[in-house]
C-alpha cells in the first residue's frame, strides 16, 4: 500500500511539488518566526537579567515596589551565609537601589542610585563592558560611574566631583561627595541618562544604615535553574522576613512582552496552518476526483472501503512528510545563517530604552517548539485528508468505475 | 462460504432483480429479472447499448446493488453483505476484466496482476511467483515490468485478464473485454479466454453485442429493455 501511495503522491509530479513546496515554505516559515521571537525574548532576558536585575533578588518580605525597596534586610550577613552554601549560584551581591539627587558643580538632576559591590558585580552584571572613559568600580571607595548622557548633562569630565544626596531611612537628607571615576554607554537611553553606580558600602554610610541593604542580587549559573533554586532558598530563608523573587518577578513586564509576542506567533502559525492544509485538500481533492475510476478498480478486485480511505490517508501523510523535512532542512539552514551572521532589527531601538538592547538578533534554535510545528505540519496534513479520504470509501464500485 | 459447484446450488443465481437509477427521473434498468449460471460456463450476456448488460454484470459481480430482489453466490445470498463484507467477497471469490482495461497507472504489469494477492496479504515471494504464473499464461512474462502506458490496447487487457485469474476465483465477470480492441487483438483475447475456460475450468460471464464474440460463448443469455429477450424457463429461470 505504502509503494502504490507514493507513487501515486509522484503521479502528477508539479502539483504535488507546488503542495510540498508550500508546505515547506510554511514550515520554515514558522521556524525562522519561532526562533526569531525565542532569540528576541532570550536576549531580552540576558540583557535584563545581566544589566540591572539579575536571576534572583532577596529584598524584604513588605516591599510593594520590587524595582526600588523601601525596606531594608535588617540582618544581610544570615542572608549571606544561606548564599555561600546555596549550589548553582555563581555570584551574588549586596545592593542598595534608590532614587536621589546627583550634583556636579554646574547643575542637578535626579537619578536612579545602584549601590552595588564593585568586586563581586563583574560576576553579576556586565555594566563594567559598557565603560567608554575611565574605569568602573574598584577598590576606591570615593568612586562613582554614570552614562554618558548623564555625564554631558551634568557637563562632567573624569575625576571631577559629584555630590550624591538621597534620604536616610529616618527622612533626613543625606550627601556624600564622589568624584566621576568611569562613563559608560549602553545605548539605552534610561542607563545612560539616569543611573549611577557607586558602592554599596559609601551609600551605607551616606544613609547611616550600618551594613544593611536593601537588596541581594544572584547571578546563577544557568537560568533554567532559577525557579528550583528560589524554591530552595525560600525553603532556607524561611522564618525570616524575606521573600525570594525570581527576574520574572522583578521584570514582569518582559514577561508580558513574551506573552504578546507568544500569542501574536500563535495566531500567526495559525495562518500557515490553515493556508497549508488547505493547499493539501486541494491537492487530494483534485487527485481524488481524477482517480474516482481507478478507486472503484481498487474495490472491484476486492479493496475494502477502509482500505481505501488509509490509502488517501497514507498519502497526505507522505506529502506531508515531504514538505515537513524539506522545511526542516530550509529552516535551520536559513536559522543557522541568521544564527552566525546576526539579523538586523529595528526592535534594538525601540528596547533600548529601557535596557541595553543591541540591533543585531543572533538566532537559536528552538528545537522543542520546531518539532511541535513540524508535527503540526504533518497533522494538518492528516486532517486535511479526512475527508476526501471519507468521501473516497463511501465511493459505490459500480458508480466510481462509470466516472469519466 | 462460497461453495461454486460441489453443491446442487447453482453458481450464481439471480432472483427476481430490478434495478432502477433515479438521477432526476426514474429509469429502470433491470425489470425483475431472474437467471442461473453453472460452473465452467462460458457465457455471454447479449443485447443492445442501454439493455442492461452492464447493470446485471455489476449485479452479479456486487459492485452494485438490485432495488429489489436476491443475488446468490453458491447458495450464499449476496444481498445485504456490508460494503466491507462485499470487498472481501470479491476479493476472494470474483474476478473482472472491463472494456477500458483500468489498469492502475503507476504500477507495472506484473504488480497490477499481483495486486489482488497484495490485497489478499499472500507473501511477497508468493505472490511474486504467482502473478509472473499468471502473465505467462497470458504471454506476457516478458513485459512483466513494463507499466500500462507502455503497452498496447491488447496487452493491457490480457494483463486485465492475468489480475482476474491470479487470485483463482471462481468466476471472471468481462463488460464488454473486446469493445476498444481491433478484430484480431479480439479475437486473440477470446482464444486466451476460451483456453483458461476450457483448460482450467474457469467460468466466464461477459457482455458483448457483437456478433463475433458471442459466436464463441457456449452459452448467450440476451437482454432488451432489462428483461430475458430468450423464451424464459416456466419458473423464470432462464
Known amino acids: 500500500m505504502i509503494t502504490l501511495a507514493w507513487r501515486n503522491v509522484w503521479r502528477n509530479f508539479r502539483r504535488s511539488l507546488i503542495t510540498i513546496a508550500s508546505m515547506a515554505c510554511g514550515l520554515a516559515a514558522i521556524m525562522f518566526g519561532q526562533s526569531m521571537i525565542k532569540s528576541v525574548q532570550y536576549q531580552l532576558v540576558e540583557k535584563a537579567t545581566g544589566s540591572i536585575t539579575g536571576h534572583i533578588q532577596i529584598q524584604h518580605r513588605n516591599i510593594k515596589e520590587y524595582k526600588f525597596p523601601d525596606r531594608y534586610i535588617d540582618d544581610p550577613d544570615a542572608v549571606e551565609a544561606v548564599l555561600k552554601t546555596q549550589a548553582g549560584i555563581k555570584q551574588f551581591g549586596r545592593r542598595i537601589h534608590m532614587t536621589g539627587l546627583i550634583a556636579s558643580p554646574k547643575t542637578s538632576m535626579g537619578a536612579l542610585i545602584s549601590a552595588v559591590q564593585p568586586e563581586r558585580e563583574k560576576d553579576i552584571t556586565t555594566m563594567a563592558s559598557y565603560i567608554t572613559r575611565g574605569v568602573f568600580l574598584g577598590k576606591d571607595p570615593k568612586a562613582i560611574v554614570m552614562g554618558d548622557r548623564m555625564a554631558t548633562k551634568l557637563d562632567l569630565r573624569l575625576g571631577e566631583k559629584v555630590v550624591v544626596m538621597a534620604q536616610a531611612e529616618d527622612g533626613s537628607m543625606g550627601a556624600e561627595a564622589f568624584r566621576l571615576a568611569g562613563v559608560f554607554h549602553t545605548g539605552s537611553e534610561t542607563f545612560d541618562g539616569q543611573i549611577v553606580y557607586l558602592p554599596v558600602k559609601a551609600m551605607q554610610d551616606l544613609l547611616v544604615v550600618g551594613n544593611r541593604v536593601n537588596h541581594f542580587v544572584i547571578a546563577l549559573n544557568d537560568i533554567g535553574q532559577t525557579d528550583v533554586i528560589a524554591q530552595e532558598l525560600r525553603e532556607k530563608l524561611a522564618g525570616q522576613p524575606l521573600q525570594v523573587l525570581r527576574w520574572k518577578d522583578v521584570d514582569h513586564e518582559i514577561v508580558g512582552v513574551q506573552r504578546f509576542q507568544n500569542a501574536l506567533l500563535d495566531i500567526v502559525l495559525m495562518v500557515v496552518f490553515a493556508i497549508v492544509a488547505l493547499g493539501v485538500l486541494n491537492t487530494l481533492l483534485m487527485s481524488l476526483f481524477e482517480r474516482v475510476r481507478e478507486f472503484g478498480v481498487l474495490m472491484a478486485i476486492g479493496a475494502r472501503p477502509s482500505w481505501v480511505m488509509k490509502l488517501v490517508l497514507i498519502e497526505s501523510f507522505l506529502l506531508g512528510l515531504v514538505g515537513t523535512v524539506i522545511g526542516l532542512v530550509i529552516g535551520s539552514l536559513m536559522i543557522a545563517y541568521f544564527g552566525r551572521n546576526g539579523l538586523h532589527l529595528p526592535l534594538g531601538d525601540a528596547l533600548s530604552y529601557f535596557i541595553p538592547f543591541p540591533d543585531v538578533i543572533y538566532m537559536r534554535y528552538e528545537w522543542s517548539s520546531h518539532a511541535f510545528a513540524a508535527g503540526s505540519v504533518l497533522v494538518v496534513s492528516l486532517l486535511a485528508a479526512i475527508a476526501p479520504s471519507l468521501r473516497a470509501c463511501r465511493l459505490r464500485p459500480a458508480e466510481a468505475l462509470r466516472h469519466v | ?238
Open chain 2, 1 to 238: 462460504m462460497f461453495d461454486g459447484g460441489t453443491h446442487p446450488h447453482p453458481l450464481i443465481e439471480v432472483r427476481h432483480v430490478t434495478k432502477v437509477y433515479k438521477s432526476g427521473t426514474k429509469v429502470s434498468a433491470l425489470s425483475g429479472l431472474s437467471l442461473e449460471f453453472q460452473s465452467g460456463e462460458f457465457t455471454a450476456i447479449a443485447g443492445p447499448s442501454g439493455s442492461g448488460k452492464s447493470t446485471l454484470l455489476n449485479l452479479i459481480g456486487t459492485l452494485d446493488a438490485p432495488t429489489h430482489g436476491e443475488i446468490f453466490h453458491g447458495g450464499r445470498k449476496v444481498t445485504g453483505l456490508t460494503p466491507e463484507e462485499l470487498a472481501d467477497f470479491r476479493l476472494r471469490h470474483l474476478g473482472f476484466i472491463f472494456q477500458a482495461y483500468n489498469l492502475i497507472p503507476v504500477l507495472s504489469a506484473v504488480e497490477n496482476t499481483e495486486y489482488p494477492l497484495v490485497l489478499q496479504k499472500v507473501p511477497a515471494h508468493e505472490r511474486r511467483a504467482r502473478a509472473m504464473e499468471a502473465l505467462r499464461s497470458v504471454g506476457l512474462e516478458s513485459l512483466a515490468h513494463r507499466r500500462p502506458d507502455a503497452l498496447s490496447g491488447g496487452q493491457q487487457q490480457r494483463v486485465a485478464v492475468a489480475r482476474s485469474m491470479v487470485h483463482r476465483p471462481m468466476v471472471v465477470l468481462a463488460d464488454e473485454p473486446t469493445a476498444n480492441l481491433d478484430s484480431k487483438t479480439a479475437a486473440s483475447l477470446l482464444d486466451l479466454m476460451q483456453g483458461l475456460n476450457r483448460e482450467q475450468g474457469l467460468t466466464f460471464i461477459f457482455s458483448s453485442h457483437d456478433p463475433a464474440v458471442l459466436s464463441r460463448a457456449t452459452r448467450v443469455v440476451h437482454i432488451h429493455d432489462g428483461k430475458l429477450a430468450d423464451s424464459p424457463a416456466p419458473d423464470g429461470v432462464a
